[in-house]
């Protein structure tokens, strides 16, 4: 039966031991969804005319937050990673903002905790730009989209 | 019209000024919910007996997160959180956890970001330490419940 | 005569003892000029439009970096800054960039190392983006401009 | 042309993806001077008999700092780096102090940002330490001094 | 009884809830001797001429560790120390040194935790910098010696 | 003679050099004992029926603080450790909790240091989460108790 990684045999926890593992690509990529009023997107858009900084600051926050991954949560090891990338692109519904990330790594272990928490902190720190004018504002979708690399190959999100 | 607080006039993000705002007892609250697997929930479960760390550890990982926020959050004030509270419960459906985090605060600004902070990271070390077992698992739902304290006064989310 | 305050009496580094000051408004600026090529800084101002992202990245980099000047500057107290500006403005003669910070508390120590730091910081950022094409940028002049509040009262740079 | 290879093609800021670099031995050489008073620089001399602690303050405070550079510059990759050194030395002209740095690192990027970093931190360490009795104090010539390894292999300064 | 207040009924951890306390001058004083062999501490007083920096660096490391310790000490709040001082001297066996720590603080909590994370901090930066000639060093008696102020008030360790 | 490898010719801080070292697997285990009260660890364990956080807390605290050793002591290279392990029980004394921890490596430095930090970080959450009830407690013998790996080999604590 399939066990917990993270718990030893006594149900502690525990940073899981790849001294061992192979080195080798590894690459992850989340995504994230805000939703939001349609007033509010529209004013992001309008910030961004013709050089407003709502969606960089997210996307610079989620690139840096990439980067600390390891100082959030708890049993993760901490990691040099190659590549970070955050896209941020309005909704067709109008009323969200849709994040994309893409972390990547020559290493020991997955890269998945960078990708997903590079897209919850851009969401949040959309959240945070905009909160004075929507505080209603949810953040959906938070899931891993793809991995690659390591012992257990490739991983693709099933449809939803 | 109501405006984007966190950017200047031409649209460049800052830190809002607060030195001239009164000091307040603050107070947030907010949730995320993780779906995941039957067998995901039950082996969260199973481990808490006796002393299984998974709920703990994502509870203190939420818990420091909120401490950490301003270092997230680019345009977050730095803050001295007077309180935090992070509570994971197994869903009803069998099939998630659901979190609910408190922030408080006596000072200048409002800890929504703190207790969504909180709540986001609390999610992700869950995943983090079930990702072996069920890569699928989604965060959904990240808002604010309820804020009170300071000049906008008390906020609640619209469906409770 | 004036002594080294960050010195005990037996020369060794202390964080100087400010219990038992007043909680003042405080407020200090700062510059900063990084000089480079016409044609990198014509890069610079090209990438601006419609959004390119040079000067909001430095800009975020400078505010984050004023909430850790005690985590870099060994003995600066620890602040909760109430409000960072960081502006960026090319310089007249059209081969460099000139920074000017702002930064203010309601509290019992100064805010000048956090507006230098934030200067130097946004300085370095724009060396990181820009050096693949010009290694030789200097940054110059990081200096304090103005300090008010605290018993020490204000303070202005000798020439401006 | 020459492009400004932290922007995508939308002119969006990213972390340079370095996935397929070689892994090579790097270095990098940075200098700063920080401009006083001669009697602030005397008071600092004099600080260091027998064990007075500025100039110890300042070579920690940029040694450090050298390791925290990918959580200050936004875009730069996060590195172990294998060497730091941080000299200090009062300037000829008697009213200075020169920051020299030398960062080293077996990887896949260069170390130019933590040699500046460590140069820069080192300055604001000194200002911070004597601005009680000298705020008038300048950092010039924050500068890469030489790089060596990486694909773009040796660079050297200008003037010198 | 008297119970542990960073657990809630239900036995999970919680940041205590300090909002309504009183602000009051709080102190706390501790120590912590790191054992090691003669040669050790000859090594180290005979680095100390003219300049020697070991006893220099661990000073700012407990310095620094202290503004740190929230981040350290999962259930601590963050605040914001009004004053640290760490000393360290050779011990009278000609076999130890000893490590003295005092941090102060204008606040809603105490500030134990502080000192006694700047002491363990310096005793470890001592063990780093002589751990090529001494590997068996012990660090012994880390505890708190006096806290003063809050409604607890003064507490001084039993056999001093 | 021997010499501290921390200190240039001139007894100045640096980075120890260790570009041209081999990667090779390391491993170090520490170890501290913190003794308190009968009645303070009776209520520890007490609080670990069904889920009590206290030693679930230190566990993770000692884990996170691993990962931190580099950005605390400060001429500590960053690297990326494989594997941390902390184990706590309480001692046959009646009066103590003992730690235990272990962390792994593959690369160009020991890992003592991130150990030892480990093992002095749980005991400081033992004693943080505590106090209240007990603020006599001692943290005692936190020491190396083995090193493997790099060009030393194997090394073991004297007595054990």
């Known amino acids: ?25 590894r690459e992850a990529r989340a995504e994230a969804t805000i939703r939001m009023a349609p007033e509010t997107l529209r004013m992001i858009i309008d910030g ?7 969606l960089a600051t997210a996307r610079i926050a989620g ?13 993760c090891h901490a990691l040099n990673l190659t590549s970070v990338k955050v896209e941020l692109s ?6 969200s903002v849709h994040i994309l990330t893409r972390c990547k790594l020559s290493g020991q272990t997955g890269v998945e905790m960078e990708a997903l928490t590079a897209a919850s902190v851009a969401a949040l720190t959309l959240y945070d730009m905009c909160k004075a004018v929507d505080k ?6 938070v899931r891993l989209l793809e991995k690659k690399g390591g012992r257990s190959g490739r991983w693709r999100a099933p449809e939803q």
């Open 1 to 25: 039966m399939s066990k917990l990684t993270h718990l030893d045999d006594k149900g502690e926890a525990r940073m899981v031991d790849v001294t061992s593992k192979a080195v080798t690509e």
């Open 48 to 54: 961004e005319h013709p050089k407003g900084d709502v």
């Open 63 to 75: 690139i840096m937050a990439a980067k600390k991954t390891h100082d959030l949560i708890p049993l």
């Open 90 to 95: 309005p909704g067709a519904d109008g009323a």
């Open 136 to 141: 209603a504002m949810v953040v959906d979708g």
